[in-house]
């Protein structure tokens, strides 16, 4: 069926991965293992993937996302996210996922069996073995029982060289004491403190702004003559060139290595150099190399890439926030609803004084058994990508959980999430929406004073209020404006407000007949006799005044809102010529 095949999200693994992941992603998507290829390449061929799957080696740049038109996930089947530009994927709405504890018992065993390497010349008198030689006395090594582990970064490693009948300092200003109490590891606040300390000094952190350089000249020199170190966490952390000049001199016994600030080393490079030199122990970044660690890895970020491209959260996502399966569960249908209601609310208002979206600040109300869900963050990006979605210079844009937060920053929108616990607050339904509009002169007094794009008081004749409620997984509007609505915010609504008098469909359909459009059905909602607003949410509502001095006028006046599915778009001389008809007040089509 190549039909269906070419249809099915495509993956791009260009790395070595363990099939027992791969396995699970094939029965419903494409993957592509396309091992060695150059940065050209991919740049070519990425805009066709979904999602991408690496290891270490795939520099995942920002002209490589910007060129990946249709990636969901960049997918870490390890930890180091180092290699993906995290901050451009957020931008895109890119969700980046690693494995953050797949292979760190692997490079935790790694890091033991380099310093035992190390201590006890392994590497060298196996070569000088399988060269002929049988030179004892020259590979004499040290114990490590009793001698001092330092480490930067506290984790796994801990516990193994406390096996071994070592004594274990750590630096991690992030670490609770209670699990380095509970390890029996000293924590020591200070850098100095922990190599001066140290026989074997060993960094296990990830390469950020703080740790980039942390050991150099100064640092090594700290350490106590015939120090030993070992890196199996990052290149960058430690200065090579001044590692290099410390085994040269004599100062230090002894370096492992299994990781360089370029990955192979340049020829000629500190990094090879070291690598070189006699009393370094290296390994080619095998700290996760393990048949074990590969596995978990693999299967990790791939049930990742399964949930995402099949629109759930995933569970270790590096950019977006954590929420639990069962609460995402809940609030499915509502992100749903929430699109809408942002949506409608810029098609519908957009017309008004304001630009595009009119207002700036937002107040997206809770109520009912939605109120106790604490996690709304995917209904706070519904509602940002409803709101822009209708706007055509945002096209092109994935708004999402990952970047929604900064698309609404960087465009000075501001929403107060509000949870209204009353039960009286939501009549009949379950779960209620609201979305209310500031006023601007109130909205410039909330919202972050230089996000302020506000253009000034706009003569407000209406509150702008959309509610909404989900009927099962249907979403459904109960509000809209001074009106008490019911209906499907799908496919394409003609929406008319009107005085509730006789003929008034007849003049539309007239209208829309002659430009030949269908009308599929029709809803009418009356102005809302709940006008009185319940105590809970006034204090979130417009306070211009105006709205329940028209609501007596508009009562009177009779009018309603005319909703009307109609099959196809109409051109904006059709809602003019609608508007300019006796007893219309108002006609706008919008697509949901
Ligand atoms: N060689 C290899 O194949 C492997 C390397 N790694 C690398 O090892 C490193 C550590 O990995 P994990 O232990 O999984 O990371 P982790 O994130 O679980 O632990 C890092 C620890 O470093 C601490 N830390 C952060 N900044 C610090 C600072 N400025 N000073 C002191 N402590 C600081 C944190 O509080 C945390 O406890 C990462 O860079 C990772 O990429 C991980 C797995 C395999
Ligand atoms: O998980 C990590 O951070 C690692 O460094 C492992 O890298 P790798 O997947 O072996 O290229």
Known sequence: MPLLRASRPKVLVPEKLSPDGLALLRSSLDVHERKGLSADELLQIIPDYDALLVRSETKVTATVLR??????????????????????????????????????????????????????????????LKDGKWERSKFVGVEV??????????????????????NVNALDPYASPAVAAS???????????????????TIHTPLIASTRGMIAEAELAQLKPGARVLNVARGGTFDEDALLAALQSGHLSGAAIDVFTSEPPAPD????????????????HLGASTVEAQENVSV??????????????????????????????????????????????????????????GRNA???????????????????????????????????????????????????????????????????YSSLVTLVARPPSRASSRAPASDDKSTGPVPDQHQRIISGTCSGDRPLITRLGRFEASFEPEGTLLICENYDSPGKIGVVGNILGQEGVNI???????VSPKLAINESLKESLPTDGSSQEHTAKSQSLNEALMILGIDRGVPAHVTAALAKESGILSACAVTL
């Not at 390890?183 to 000094?201: G, I, K, N, Q, Y």
């Not at 490079?269 to 080619?284: C, M, N």
């Not at 995933?314 to 749903?336: D, G, M």
């Open 145 to 166: 029982k009793g001698k001092t582990l330092s480490i930067i970064g506290l984790g796994k490693v801990a516990r193994l060289a406390k096996g071994l009948g070592m």
């Open 362 to 428: 937002f107040d997206l109300i809770y109520q009912g058994e939605l109120a106790s869900i604490n996690n709304t963050k995917p209904l706070f990006a519904a509602l940002i990508k409803g709101l822009f979605s209708p706007i055509s210079s945002m096209e092109g844009l994935n708004i999402n959980i990952v970047n929604a937060e900064l698309v609404a920053r960087e465009r000075g929108i501001f929403v107060s999430e509000q949870h209204s616990r009353d039960p009286s607050d939501h009549s009949s």
């Open 269 to 284: 490079s500190s990094a090879a150099r070291l690598i070189a030199h006699p009393r370094a122990v290296v390994t080619p």
């Open 300 to 357: 990790d970020v791939c049930e990742q890439v399964l949930e995402i491209l099949q629109g759930s959260l995933p569970r270790s996502a590096v950019n977006a926030p954590l929420i639990l399966p069962e609460e995402y569960k809940k609030l499915q249908p509502f992100v749903h609803l929430v699109e809408k209601l942002g949506s409608l609310y810029t098609q519908h208002y957009a017309a008004s004084p304001g630009g595009a979206m």
């Open 183 to 201: 390890a029996s590891v000293a924590l020591v606040s200070a850098l100095p403190e922990l190599l001066a300390s140290a026989d074997f000094l």
């Open 520 to 526: 599929n059905f029709m809803a009418v909602a009356p």
């Open 67 to 128: 060129a990946a038109k249709n990636l969901k996930v960049v997918a870490r089947a390890g930890v180091g996210v180092d290699n993906v530009d995290v901050e451009e994927a957020t931008k895109l709405g890119i969700v980046v996922v690693n494995s953050p504890s797949g292979n760190i018992g692997a490079a935790a065993e790694h890091t033991i069996a380099l310093m035992m390497s190390m201590a006890r010349k392994i590497p060298e008198s196996c070569a000088s």
